[in-house]
Structures are given as C-alpha cells and as structure tokens.
C-alpha cells in the first residue's frame, strides 16, 4: 500500500533561517505523482509543486526548492530565507498514476518567528 | 488557474439535521471531484470520489447513507451530510483537477454540529 510519512511534526524557526521539510514516500508503483500543498491558518489548501516519478529534475521556485530523489523514495521541500508569512501547515501527497485521489503525510506545522 | 468554490465556509447545525455543501468548479469543467474529510490537527482523508452523472466511489469505511454525493452537471458537486452527529463535526474539503495542473482545493467548510 502507499504511503506518505512526514516525520517532522512542528519546526519553528526565526525569519531569514532555511528550513528543509522532508517527505518519505512508500510505493511499489513506477508510475506516480508527488505533490506538496501549505495550508495557512485559513484552511484552504494552495497548490505549490506537482512532480512525477520520471521526472527527477529538482525544481527551484522563488525562496522555494524541491529535492527528489526515488533512490530514497524521498521529496523534500527546502524554504530558503523563510519569511514569517511561510508559517502554516506543509502537507506532502502521492497520487497513483492518475486516478485523482490524493494519499496526504500527516503534514509539517512550520513556524516563522520574527 | 483553475478556481474552485466550496460553500459554505462553515456551518453550525442541531444534531439531526442534515447539511449541504457545495463544491463548483469556476472555469473548468470536472467530471471528478474529489471529497476530503480532515478531523483537527490530522491530516486530510478521502472520504469519495465524485463522478458527474454516475455514483460516488466511497473509500472503506465511509457511509453512503451518511455522507450523499450528488455530482449533477460538470460544474457542481454536493456533499449532504444527513442526520449529522457531534463526531462528524470535521472540516470538509474538495478538490477537482488533473494531476497535469495539480489539483485544486475548495477553501473548505468547517461543520460544527451541537
């Protein structure tokens, strides 16, 4: 079965600190889809990267950065000079090849203190 | 982008009664939509897949007759949750999308059931 684990529960950090999140994926599949979501205090869900398991490019987004590596079944998101409007909850998700429905980590809390 | 409505943004009902939530799609047509359910400080679990003019794929252990999908026009999916209890007091969340763009999230209805 699959399965997303993010271990880091909480992780405050002060303004300006780099902050990597990690994500461990479990899949027997070739074919899939990884995702990362931050959802603020607010609740809605915001979509922040999609990547596939053929793709191992990392990606970099602004402050943001995406490690993908399927030899440690791995997905880690790095937030460079974090900023206090980073702070919320980072969900990590896998979908199996295109069947739509999301499998989601219990989710990173990140806390960017001033 | 592709935007998705969800309504209402939280709602407060007598144990008993039944409520409504609505999920559209804005500029895009979904034929799947997706629903979640996440309990306080949890992660986010699919509760069912919505599929415009069939029935509901519902995930092991949710209840058909509890929680009714209705996915009428390409536009617009329901959850109605009937006979509502304390413990199904959650936040309910949807998502339609492909796994090309990513999914977009509904911004959430947050029930509180007394």
């Known amino acids: 079965a699959q399965k997303v684990t993010q271990a880091q529960t909480e992780i405050s950090v002060v303004e300006k600190e780099d902050v990597t999140l990690d994500c461990v994926y479990e899949?027997?599949?070739?074919?899939?889809?990884l995702f990362w979501y931050k959802q603020p205090p607010s609740g809605e869900l915001v979509f922040l990267i999609r990547r596939n398991s053929f793709d191992e490019q990392n990606e970099i987004s602004g402050r943001y950065s995406w490690n993908f590596q399927k030899s440690t079944s791995s997905f880690n998101f790095t937030i460079t000079a974090s900023q206090v409007v980073d702070s919320a909850v980072y969900f990590c998700a896998f979908e199996r090849g295109s069947q739509g429905n999301l499998i989601f980590g219990k989710g990173t809390k990140l806390s960017v203190k001033p | 982008g592709a935007v998705v409505s969800q309504h209402p943004s939280w709602v407060i009902c007598k144990s008993g009664t039944s409520v409504k939530i609505e999920c559209r799609s804005l500029?895009?047509?979904?034929?799947?939509m997706f629903w979640y359910r996440q309990f306080p400080k949890q992660s986010l679990m699919l509760m069912a897949t919505s599929n415009e003019g069939s029935k509901a794929t519902y995930e092991q252990g949710v209840e058909k007759d509890k929680f009714l999908i209705n996915h009428a026009s390409l536009t617009l999916s329901t959850l109605t949750v009937t006979s509502a209890h304390p413990e199904d007091s959650s936040f309910y969340i949807c998502?339609?999308?492909?796994?090309?763009?990513?999914?977009?999230f509904g911004s959430g209805t947050r029930l509180t059931v007394v």
């Open positions: 899949t027997r599949d070739t074919t899939y889809y």
């Open positions: 500029d895009f047509q979904a034929t799947t």
């Open positions: 998502s339609a999308g492909d796994s090309g763009y990513g999914y977009t």
